[in-house]
Structures are given as C-alpha cells and as structure tokens.
C-alpha cells in the first residue's frame, strides 16, 4: 500500500490516514469557520519541530492558536479543570487534541467540562454518570502523535483523582472527535523506549479484546487484523523505522481501540494501579503484564489462542502465545519482570487491592479475584 497517500475512512469517526494529513488542519478549519482553537498537549510533545510546524502553519494561516500543555503524564483532574479554565478565559471556539493517549484524554474531557459544569466525576461513566452528558460539547479534532491508545476514535477519558489516583472513566459517544488527522510521519522520530511501550500497548488492547467476554464478532475481526499488523511491524518501528511499519502500527493502535469496545481484561487491571502508585507508563505497565495476564486467561480458551498464534505469525498455536509475548518483550528491550520497571516486594497488597477495584478486569473471560491479582503480581515480580 501507498502510504503517501491520504486516505479517509470512517470508523466509527471520520479519519483522514498518510504520511502528510496533518496539513489538512489549516483548510479543514478555514471552511467550518473556525479561528481560535485550543491546542491540548503534553509538554514534551510541545517542544518537538513538528508540533512547532503545525502551530505554525496555523498561525500563518490566520488562525489565533493557544497552547495548554500543563498536564501530567497520567492525568488527573485538577488537569482537566486548567484546561477548561484556559478554554473560557481566551474565549475558544474547538478544541485540538495533538499527542498520545493522555493529552487526547485531558482534551476529550476538556471537551466536556466546557458545558457541563457539575463536578467533573459526577460524569464517571462506572457510577451512571453518562446520564449528565446532555449538552453539547466544542467541535473536537484528534491528531496522534503515537500508536498505542488508540484514543484518538475513543469515547472515554480515563481521568484520576489528584488524591487517591483512583482512575475513573468519563465516557459518551458525545466525546468522539468529529474528525481525526492520523499521520504516521508525526511518529517517525519517536524514541525506541517510546515506540516499542505504545505499540506493546496497542497489542494488549487487540489482545484483550479479542477474548474478552460478550459477543462482538466485528471487534474481535478486527482485533485479530490488529495482532497481525503489530507482529510485522513493531520490532522494524522500532529499530529502523519507516513509513509503511510506523503506518502498519498506527493503523493497528487505530484498530484495538476500536476493537475494545468489546471490553479489556486482567492486563489493564494489572497496569492501570501500577501507573497510579509508581506512575509507570501505561504502554510499558501493559508490557510487563501482558505474558502473565494472557497466562491466567489461556486454560480453556485454547481455541481463541490458537487463532491468536495464528494472526501473530506463530507456529505451534495456543502454547506458543505467552512464550511469544516474553520473547518480544526481550526483542524491544522491555523488562519481563516488574522489579524490572521498579516495583518491589512492599508494593504486591497495594496494587493488588487497586487491581481488584478496577474498571477492566469484570470484562476478563473468567473472573479474576484479590488472590489472583496478588498471585499475578507475585509470579511477574
């Protein structure tokens, strides 16, 4: 496939895929009339030539851009409340998410605080609070500066409290970019470290998705389609990257998050309270987790992994899933431990008592209880 070329797609939102999309943000603003947007960030990706390029272009265009950028690397809500702040105080009229998986989150529930103005949690999609969304939000643009969250065609932002790091979930099919500019070439020069954590994330989601429990035949096609791009691609991204393995990636992180929608399981549950307690990175927290989550979960599903070894490229079917998913840790230069990100003994209860309150794990294909978690802490330690 030509990756030079632009492409548009929907699914479920309007997506404009190639090397070079990002140049449609300027015209695409112009004819629906708007001027002032704000451009949501995180600080290092604020810093790098092309965001420079693209606000620039902007600018020269005639369009007055402000930067929030004041964000942590797992947000919180006191994050969220700055951006609205910012939004209604330099009087904009959309809003630009432009980075990985939480500057689009803190964008995605700027986006909804500016015209709901109850207390932000009271929109925790986990306690009902969808009901509230019923106003409508600015016009909202995604562009993805890596491929693992996918959360550019989300609707949700995992937002956590400044206090406990207790995550909690704002979602509504409100919150979904009206249109999102996925540019590969944005994720040339991304760091080893950083391609191989995103995109070992975007494999969870794919992963865990396709043997969650439910019934959706369409995620878990695509999940499968998703395993495929990753194993022929992530290890080239990563060490020599080019266009078309960072435009198999992105087009893959694009696919699990869509897929997801069938549900996660017990590898995000597993990292969600290590990014929480240690502010390990999510991608490389799923890493870590991924070969002992996919351990637990393979009794009885032998035939799901069977199609999974089989969309990985893997010869010898289900039992080569998990000896697969250490090795490719091994490739990219992930630890295959926990104590190799940090963790320690004294923190096993702690996150164990995180995991088993998490959002994630109820989607799980069988049911994963307290003694689980501190089982599967335990054993990846």
Request: aromatic letters at 8%.
């Amino acid at each position: 496939m030509d990756f030079t070329t632009i492409r548009q797609y929907n699914f479920p939102t309007i997506i404009r895929f190639g090397a070079g999309a990002t140049e449609e943000l300027l015209p695409h603003l112009k004819q629906l009339g708007f001027n002032k947007p704000l451009i949501v960030t995180d600080p290092v990706v604020a810093e790098l030539v092309f965001f420079d390029l693209i606000t620039h272009r902007l600018e020269m265009g005639g369009i007055s851009v402000e930067v929030f950028k004041d964000i942590h690397k797992n947000p919180v809500k006191s994050d969220v409340l700055k951006g609205g702040e910012v939004y209604h105080a330099t009087e904009r009229d959309c809003i630009i998410g432009i980075g990985g998986g939480a500057a689009l989150d803190v964008a995605r529930a700027v986006a909804l605080r500016i015209h709901h103005t109850r207390d932000l949690f009271d929109y925790d999609d986990l306690i009902g609070g969808d009901k509230y969304v019923t106003e409508e939000v600015p016009y909202f643009i995604t562009i993805p500066t890596t491929s693992g969250t996918g959360s550019e065609v989300g609707r949700s932002a995992i937002i956590s409290e400044d206090d406990t790091k207790r995550k909690r979930i704002l979602f509504s099919p409100k919150l979904l970019a009206k249109i999102v500019f996925a540019d590969p070439g944005l994720t040339m020069d991304l760091p080893p470290q950083v391609t191989a954590a995103t995109g070992m994330d975007a494999l969870t989601h794919n992963m865990e998705a396709f043997i969650a429990k439910g019934f959706h035949p369409m995620a878990e096609g695509i999940a499968l389609q998703g395993m495929k791009l990753i194993a022929e691609s992530i290890v080239h991204a990563t060490y020599k990257p080019d266009l078309e393995s960072r435009s198999k990636m992105m087009i893959a992180s694009l696919m699990g998050a869509v897929a997801f929608q069938k549900g996660l399981g017990v590898v995000h549950s597993l990292a969600h309270p290590l990014s929480s307690l240690l502010d390990t990175h999510h991608g490389l927290a799923n890493a870590v987790n991924l070969p002992y989550g996919m351990a637990f979960n393979l009794p009885g599903l032998e035939k799901q992994f069977d199609e999974m070894a089989h969309a990985l490229g893997v010869s010898g079917g289900h039992k080569t899933v998990v000896p697969y998913l250490l090795s490719l840790n091994e490739k990219l230069g992930i630890p295959t431990r926990l104590r190799g990100i940090g963790v320690k003994e004294e923190h096993l209860e702690p996150l164990a008592q995180l995991a088993i309150n998490d959002f994630c794990h109820p989607s799980n294909p069988k049911p994963v209880s307290l003694d689980d978690f501190r089982a599967l802490y335990k054993q990846a330690l």
